[in-house]
């Protein structure tokens, strides 16, 4: 990259920095938690948040801004369960922005929610880099994609709070080790929590869950 | 986005299209044809080059180059079948660009090769915006991913000339609708050709080489 095009780049991570930082504190003014949720396209985003939804809905008020380059079809699920979805088109962009958080907070009723979940656009290289004004990080990483993929992608590992391995349903038929895998893991981001996880059968989201409601207590 | 930014976009584009027409003349100067294969992490980019190479290497010279954000292990897997393997960090990047491949195909024997596999990042997003100078884009969808992708990431799907239905080996276990895709493919892109293949046990992959043979020719 040239002086000028590091300088650009500068430019537009420090602004977003700041954008987030307004948006973390207008959360904190309304007791809000919100989670940002990373993935490669198909690992499980809007699974594992619907899963949630489903267990959570009874004890917190709960909204999801969806992030895709195109098409509804994930906020449409999530408005079907009749729960806030605002969904940003990003036009092609490979990420979310503080920008676009903070436009679509504006059209949330923030004093009747306790929980955003955010879901990223399907992008383990660029979503990580953009603060969004999120408390937490997740990140999902899918069976059948490879335990290797840490290594391979790193800053969305090293920026996680939280890592849920989805769709351990179908480990059988991959070469996924998951009994090394938290010693990647911690090679990387020791402080990562690690969650191996089934959004479509529901086993092992308990301690997801329980990790949420800890910090919302 | 301002008009800066779009001006800023504009030119990038320009200068690394200008840059793709040129690594373009010189592979055709030299009778080699260039593959961009483009996927989300995980879907099997590595596995259909090495099954490829396996099949081809008798008949054809391959070399291969390899983008990723770090590390080098799928470079250090081709270079382990004694193909030349180009290992490009993009040190964060989200996708090659013409540059880049104009300076791997600098240390490249170029008389000496018939087809050069281009192993793009791990990104469904920004790849397919980013012409390199190859003659032809092939996008791998894996079945874990699911069937909905080519409407939630249109573009990688609208510039494939071939679409590889990755990992049929694990239809059974997932609800990808393998009869319909045609059709979904179709109505982005009626012009691309689609083989659901398993690089795992081979299932299916004849059509692929035949496809690479019958342009080769």
Redesign the interface.
């Known amino acids: 990259m040239s002086a000028r095009t590091i300088t650009?780049k500068e430019n537009i991570l420090g602004a977003n920095t700041e954008k987030a930082g307004i948006n973390r504190k207008l959360l904190d003014r309304h007791h809000i938690l919100m989670v940002n949720i990373m993935s490669?396209?198909?690992s499980g985003k809007t699974s594992v948040i619907l899963r949630t939804i489903d267990r959570l809905r009874d004890s917190y008020r709960i909204a999801v801004i969806e992030g895709?380059?195109?098409?509804s079809?994930?906020a449409d699920k999530i408005a079907q369960q009749n729960i806030p979805a605002i969904q940003i088109n990003t036009a092609?962009g490979?990420h979310l922005d503080a920008q676009m958080i903070s436009k679509a907070l504006d059209t949330l009723d923030l004093d009747r929610i306790d929980l955003i979940f955010l879901e990223n656009?399907?992008?383990?290289?660029?979503t990580a880099?953009f603060d969004l004004g999120a408390h937490k990080n997740a990140v999902i990483l899918?069976i059948?994609?490879?335990d290797?993929?840490p290594?391979?992608?790193?800053?969305a590992f090293v920026e996680a709070d939280v890592i849920l391995v989805n769709?351990i349903?179908?480990l059988p038929?991959?070469d996924f080790k998951l009994d090394t895998f938290p010693g990647i893991i911690n090679g990387l981001n020791p402080s990562a929590r690690v969650f191996p996880v089934s959004a479509k059968t529901g086993e092992g989201m308990d301690g997801w869950f329980s990790w949420i409601e800890e910090i919302l207590v």
Do not use: M
Request: a negative charge; aromatic letters at 8%.
């Open positions: 650009i490669s396209p198909g895709d380059v195109a098409s079809i994930d092609g490979c656009v399907g992008n383990l290289v660029c880099d899918s059948p994609e490879g290797d993929k290594r391979k992608y790193p800053v769709k349903d179908v038929y991959f």
